[in-house]
């Protein structure tokens, strides 16, 4: 597994113009990309381009998503079970669908006291991620240099923090690190917009988005495949859903320590897994990102007030003579609209078109599989240095900016700071307006 | 400031209360660091290889916003109608610093919390510094919630500083409730019965006497009479003076100047009785309270056999709530704290105090001791926040116990209140 993953992370790094191989292909190799926010993170440590010529990195500004957990409730694992029980009651499964049932007794036992945990997996990845960030970038840790790490005050976030934490305090015992998970800073880690998140999308993307969807739904095969008779069966179990419920079953258990356990991945057919993503990847992008019918396309915005803080807490570093970070943990809800907002690797995409989305590489399982982050790694050539640059890892790997630079994959501070604070103050002036 | 109530000074709790009035905060109060413990020698060149440890959470923010508006509401009513004294006034303003620094931080843990844990994990290094060595495995599960996980989180962060070569586990998940979060609703539901309330209501009525303290806060006792619900403002205005110790405030603000040594020992009596009721052997509700605890206790005594073969040190920390210590300590019968009375007021008299079980930052360390893998003879030591404890077992090297007369006393322990409650459940069923 690990190798596959390592294999698809590579090929699928580029930024979107350049990605290399059909979202089919990559789920062929690995099943997991489907899941989208349930994609897991592999241990990679990535090529990076050398410091630039005289400056060192001396400070990390970071978001990060805790690592691989369990799905929140049982809800989604319900809906499945419920009609293959029901099914099962009238003697209608065939030989694989009476495993199918066993399967799903099986995880749903086994997260039961568990929804919404961190995964071992997940504390694994986020060990992974310490890991390589010394070995990019030691003198940010280095001599009596800092860490200041925040977490939303949902425990999967804050174990992730701390699972971090002890990798820098292991290799580095005298860094000075302080750490919280604290209600009074919910206002920027995880900020939700309420109008938004309650209405989920307005009518007219709703509209889109059920058009979208309508072609690419159902799964007779699956149908035949379980039940012994699909057409008796069809009064009983809801065939959308179930296929759509019963695959996500299976790739979130990838997160878990079922993950050897593929079985339930293995009875559906790639361009199936990938149908599923497609309905996903268009579901994230109009709710979470520029899908204009989606109240103007304006989610990204809901991350302003973290992208302030960002660029505010920056600024108050970027002078001290200690080398240090600022570590925050969330979530993808909160990741992915600052990525659309940032614009990194061209994820700000505009469209009101879903068919779209996709051919323009807007593929959502690149920016927050579980224990997602970005990173900003700042350089200077000393405390006085007045030309400050940075560059921006998207899942540990260099990404683009939708601005000028002369030194990319660099960027000079200043005109960052130009820039986006140019751009939330006219967002704001509007919203006054 | 180094604020240490401990049993070992041999005062009464009157004495030690008076010394330093933050004890009379009870499970409020935060364990001390800093105190230098003394370890006698084992026996025979054994050394210690594994330690278990159920701990509490460090210091806190009240849980609830209520707990800070209450006492704050009651007394700006008074005010807005001129009921405030030039003391009450004050106490008001002191109130409202309290809760500014509480602001969107309640049931989190404090500063000062955090930096208690880091202190008491490097205590619990440098004590026994032949366990935190190349390879050992410490592994820590909190409950699942957040001022727990965080103070696990503090604790690990300072051992993660010690060692590079430490296997280093963190946890906290729901299914490990039914052994680090234990609950019985058949024992909850007996807390209170009849007998147990009116005790408790006779102890209130002799413990509740804060006409002074009415007297210096409001300038009419008509009006408190009248406005003032004074059972549950006196009981939260206190929970607030207790509560400054645990936060930045404490050395600036305090409002134990505010009342006379005996209405500060007459809130701790009202606690104290009531964490022995819920917690504690209290006769009068069966007195097996504590056997909610049997699942840690069996977990302890398990996992100690498991170790054995291990081939590094391991550490096992568990974080749970202060109920769970208290109710483990009394099940475990340490340093007398398994207490039988029906009498209330033998608390006080026989040194079964709160504070001393339970505080902020409590624990059960079991250190388990032995020359090499093949010694068959295991020695435990219990420290009880950090001082070695005394079990009600015999012992030929005390303060250490054979482990085999340990596992062999508990475990007698629990069977036979298995049975009882099979002896219990039988007789409904007949």
Known sequence: MKTRLFLILFLTSYIIPFKAQPVLDIIKKNPAYAACNYNTYPDSLYKLTPAPKGKHPFYISHYGRHGSRYINNSNGYNIPYAMIMQAETVDELTPVGKKVLSEMKMILQHSEHRWGELAEYGRLQHKWIAQHMMKQFPEVFEGNAWVEAKSTTVPRCIISMGTELNEFAQRYPNLEISQEASKRDMWYMNYQDQVMKRGKLSPDAKKAFDEYVSTRMGNNRLMELIFKNPDIVKEMVNETDFSYYLMKMGLFQLNTHLYKNTFLIDIFHPEELYRLWQIDNALWFAQYANFTPNYGGQYPYTQRHLLRKIINDADSCLHMVRHGAQLRFGHDTVLLPLVCLLGINGYDLRSDNLDEIESKGWWCSDIFPMASSLQFIFYRSSPKDKDILFKVLLNEQEARLPIHTDCAPYYHWRDFRRHYLKKLDSFEKKQKK | ?430
Not at chain 2, 268 to 273: C, F, G, I, S, T
Request: net charge negative; aromatic share 10%; with cysteine.
């Open chain 2, 1 to 430: 400031m180094l604020l240490i109530c401990t049993q070992s000074t041999a005062q009464t709790v009157t004495e030690e209360i008076k010394t330093i009035p933050q004890c009379s905060a009870g499970i409020i109060y935060s364990l001390p660091t800093g105190k230098q413990q003394t370890d006698t020698p084992a026996p025979d060149g054994k050394k210690p290889f594994y330690i278990s440890h159920f701990g509490s959470t460090a210091a806190y923010y009240l849980e609830k916003v209520s707990e800070y508006e209450f006492p704050i509401n009651t007394m700006a009513k008074a005010d807005s109608m001129n009921m405030l004294t030039p003391l009450g006034k004050d106490v008001l303003r002191r109130l409202r610093f309290i809760e500014e620094d509480a602001i969107h931080r309640t049931g989190e843990l404090t500063v000062n919390g955090a930096q208690q844990m880091r202190e008491l994990a490097q205590e619990m290094i440098d004590r026994f510094p032949d366990i935190f060595v190349d390879g050992s495995i410490i592994d820590a599960r909190s409950i699942v919630r957040n001022h727990c996980i965080m103070s696990m989180q503090e604790f690990m962060t300072q051992i993660a500083r010690h060692n590079a070569s430490l296997e280093l586990r963190l946890k906290s998940s729901h299914s490990n409730d039914s052994w680090m979060y234990a609950q019985d609703k058949e024992l909850e539901a007996d807390r209170f019965n009849a007998e147990t309330d009116a005790t408790y209501k006779a102890f209130i009525k002799a413990n509740h006497n804060f006409k002074h303290l009415w007297e210096s806060l409001f300038v009419s006792t008509d009006y408190v009479k009248e406005h003032v619900d004074t059972t549950q403002f006196s009981d939260m205005l206190f929970t607030l003076a207790s509560g400054i110790q645990n936060t930045p405030l404490d050395g600036t603000i305090t409002l134990y100047d505010i009342y006379t040594p005996e209405e500060i020992m007459q809130h701790w009596r009202l606690h104290n009785a009531k964490n022995y009721i819920c917690y504690g052997s209290f006769e009068l509700n069966g007195g097996n309270q504590p056997f909610a605890q049997r699942a840690p206790l069996w977990n302890l005594l398990h996992q100690g056999d498991s170790i054995k073969e291990q081939d590094h040190p391991v550490v096992h920390l568990r974080y749970s709530s202060r109920g769970m210590v208290m109710e483990l300590v009394c099940l475990m019968e340490l340093n007398d704290f398994g207490l039988k009375t029906a009498d209330l007021n033998q608390l006080e008299k026989q040194g079964w105090a709160n504070y001393r079980i339970a505080p902020f930052g409590s624990s059960v360390q079991v250190v388990y001791y032995r020359k090499d893998k093949s010694d068959d003879d295991i020695l435990i030591k219990v420290l009880l926040n950090g001082e070695e404890a005394r079990l009600p077992i015999k012992t030929d090297c005390a303060p250490y116990y054979h482990c085999e007369d340990v596992k062999r006393y508990y475990l007698r322990k629990l069977y036979a209140h298995e049975k009882l409650r099979f002896d219990q459940k039988k007789d409904k069923n007949e």
